[in-house]
């Protein structure tokens, strides 16, 4: 079992920044493949940003690539979501996921292909 919580969520001005931090316990953090997601009212979760669970590699939505990015400290189990840039369509609750079955090599970006999610952090965007 993963247990993900989500934090640094909040109010923030268009051209803002913000990190959102995903705190992990439980199994081998080390080893999953983590990402993160986002859904606004009305709308279907979408993929944000991914990461490997060596930090190798790292993939990025078309609508955050060059405003986001994503990483990980092991020794805090912990994955950050930077996000600078920010416009009032990046409002949202951001969920973190956590991959834990045994292919767990690269990055992943569909929600099927996570097993473990957080409760998720609402950021609202204001123009």
């Known amino acids: 079992q993963v247990q993900l919580v989500e934090s640094g969520g909040g109010l923030v001005q268009a051209g803002g920044s913000l990190r959102l931090s995903c705190a992990a316990s439980?199994?081998?953090?080390?080893?999953?493949?983590m990402g993160w997601f986002r859904q606004a009212p009305g709308k279907e979760r979408e993929f944000v940003a991914a990461?490997?669970?060596?930090?190798?590699?790292?993939k990025y939505a078309d609508a955050v690539r060059g405003r986001f990015a994503i990483s990980r400290d092991h020794a805090q189990s912990t994955v950050y979501l930077q996000r600078n840039s920010l416009k009032p369509e990046d409002t949202a609750v951001y969920y973190c996921?956590?991959?834990?079955?045994?292919?767990?090599?690269?990055?992943?970006?569909?929600?099927?292909?996570?097993?473990?999610w957080g409760q998720g952090t609402q950021v609202t965007v204001s123009s």
């Open positions: 990461i490997s669970w060596n930090s190798g590699s790292t």
């Open positions: 439980g199994r081998a953090f080390s080893s999953a493949p």
């Open positions: 996921a956590a991959r834990w079955v045994p292919d767990r090599r690269g990055t992943f970006d569909k929600t099927d292909d996570y097993t473990y």
